[in-house]
Structures are given as C-alpha cells and as structure tokens.
C-alpha cells in the first residue's frame, strides 16, 4: 500500500516527505509538458490556445507549491497559516532563511502565476523560462533539505 503525504507528514520521515512531493511535483510538470505539446499549438515562438497554455502555467506552479510545503514541512513552519495559503504564507516561511530559494519563489509566482496562469502570456520563451524555474526550485529543494 502506498503512504499518503498525509501519512508521512504524521510520521516525521523528512526524507521520504521530500521524495514524495519531488515525485508527485514531477507528475505535475509531466502533466504540464503533455498539455503544451498535445493541445497548445505553437506556430513560431508562440502558443496559439490560451486556454491550455494557462492551464499548463497553472500546472507548474502547483507543482511548485507542492515542493513548497515540504520545504515548509522539513524546514519548520516560522508562520503559522491564519487563513489559506496565499503567496505571503510560503515568502514568510522562507524570508530569512533562504535568499536564494526566496528568488526563485519570487520568480515562479511572477512567470508561473500572474504571467502565466492570469494574463495568459503565449510566448514560447516565457514558458521555457517557467519551466527553468520550476527545475532550479526542484534542484535546489533536492538538495537543500
């Protein structure tokens, strides 16, 4: 039988909550690359299909966020979450303790998130650009922890 996050989160094993969300993370990013390369067309250096390029933005920075947690989760919540978790709970638990984790957090919220996932860009290379994020924020996190 396969543990639950939930599960290992309860059990302390802070490794095993690390493989888990970079495992689970890059069903995510598989999921967003099959998005792109089966549904969003690119003619030239942009997607033509909004719809499936902010979804495939969306994907990614769950993704991100999933890393996040377990960061979180293994490094020590500073902040306690009053209400859901926005992009100020996950900066305020790294904020001081990790600069170069904070950029890249900052990045992908910016190229992920409100680029991508709001307003939609098309461009091919803010998407490569999101995607190099994500895998710096999933190296580092491997690494890091």
């Known amino acids: 039988m396969q543990e639950s996050y ?20 890059d069903r995510y990013f598989e ?18 299909d909004v719809k499936y390029v902010k979804t495939a933005y969306g994907i990614l920075y769950n993704g991100v966020l999933l890393m996040l947690d377990a960061y979180i989760e293994i490094k020590g919540e500073q902040n306690q979450l009053k209400e859901r978790k926005s992009i100020d709970y996950y900066r305020a638990n790294i904020v001081g303790r990790d600069n170069k984790l904070l950029n890249y ?22 998407m490569k650009l ?3 994020t994500y895998n710096n924020i999933k190296s580092y996190i491997a690494t890091c922890c």
């Open 6 to 25: 939930k599960q290992l989160v309860a059990s302390g094993n802070k490794l095993r909550i690390k493989e888990k969300a970079l495992q689970e993370a």
């Open 31 to 48: 999921n967003a690359k099959t998005m792109l390369t089966g549904k969003a067309a690119k003619m030239g250096e942009y997607y033509t």
């Open 105 to 126: 957090v900052n990045s992908a919220y910016n190229i992920l998130h409100l680029n991508g996932y709001y307003d939609g860009e098309l461009c091919y290379g803010a």
């Open 130 to 132: 999101g995607m190099t």
